[in-house]
């Protein structure tokens, strides 16, 4: 199996505060990695590592055998890296200027001209994975009124568009109800599966990632603690004394729902 990702003693810091420090790991494709801890405990950095949003003190990122490291944000997107945010509020793919513009022709009540001109480009695609996400009938209300789980899976069929071999996904289920953050996850993971893309995703949800999951990895004050299947790293000590108290680590068969 091919490694979709390889980051190699990756550290940063802010001032004084070893956000990640020295983190080993990577993912092949059609694996869905979990990345775990507790908050502050450095996995946004990581991300933002290897997005290319920010540049390591130290260590190597590759990206399909590539290495990455430093490289700018949109360069990383062109390697086939999807992306799903806590919230979307801006195209990737697009420059600053093109993302302002895209605002004011919409201001300006021209948006509609310049896309009922191009309303034939790439539509059966642009169907066909709202389609795969579920949401296909919805595809002609603005993305304003659709609930939020909805919303969500666009932001999925978005992401998957880029034809990522790594998907990067913090958060994705972050304000959806538990049943609907199963839901979402179960479905992401059969896409994935059936397209051999690697997941990296963080969430809070112990229930959610201990049903997904085919690795976790644990950091904590930007180390990595722990790494495995979900069974070890659930009966793993360290990890347990991270989450005692909080019941966030379900014990096999009861997947406890309580979160931090
Ligand atoms: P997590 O996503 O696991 O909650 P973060 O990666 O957001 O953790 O944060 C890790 C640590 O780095 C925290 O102590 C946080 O306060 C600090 N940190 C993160 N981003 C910055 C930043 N831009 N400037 C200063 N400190 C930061
Ligand atoms: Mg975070």
Not at 85 to 94: G, R
Not at 105 to 132: C, F, I, Q
């Amino acid at each position: 199996m091919a490694k979709v990702l390889e980051v190699l003693n990756l550290s940063k810091s802010f001032g004084g505060v070893q956000a990640v420090n020295d983190v080993v790991f990577d993912l092949t494709e059609g694996q869905l990695l979990a990345m775990i801890g507790p908050n502050g405990a450095g996995k946004s950095t990581c991300f933002n590592l290897i997005n290319g949003q920010l540049r390591p003190d130290r260590g190597t990122i590759r990206i399909l055998g590539k290495e990455t490291t430093g490289m700018r944000p949109r360069h990383v997107w062109a390697l086939g890296v999807g992306r799903t945010f806590q919230v979307t509020s801006t195209f990737p793919s697009m420059t600053v200027l093109e993302n302002v513009q895209m605002v004011l022709l919409s201001t300006h009540r021209r948006l509609r001209n310049v896309l009922r001109k191009t309303a034939g480009m790439y539509r059966e695609e642009a169907m066909n994975l709202l389609e795969l996400v579920g949401v296909e009938s919805q595809w002609n209300r603005p993305c304003g009124i659709l609930a939020y789980g909805d919303l969500k899976r666009v932001e999925l069929a978005i992401a998957l568009a880029n034809r990522p071999k790594l998907l990067l996904m913090d958060e994705p289920t972050a304000g959806m109800g538990t049943k609907e953050r199963l839901k979402l996850m179960e479905l992401t993971a059969q896409i994935v599966r059936d397209q051999s893309i690697g997941v990296l995703f963080t969430e809070h949800d112990m229930d959610v990632v201990f049903a997904h999951a085919d690795r976790i990895i644990v950091l904590n004050y930007g180390k990595l603690i722990a790494e495995g299947a979900p069974r070890e790293v659930r009966e793993n000590e360290k990890v347990r004394e991270i989450y005692f108290g909080t019941c966030a680590v379900p014990t096999r068969g009861t997947a406890g729902s309580k979160r931090r």
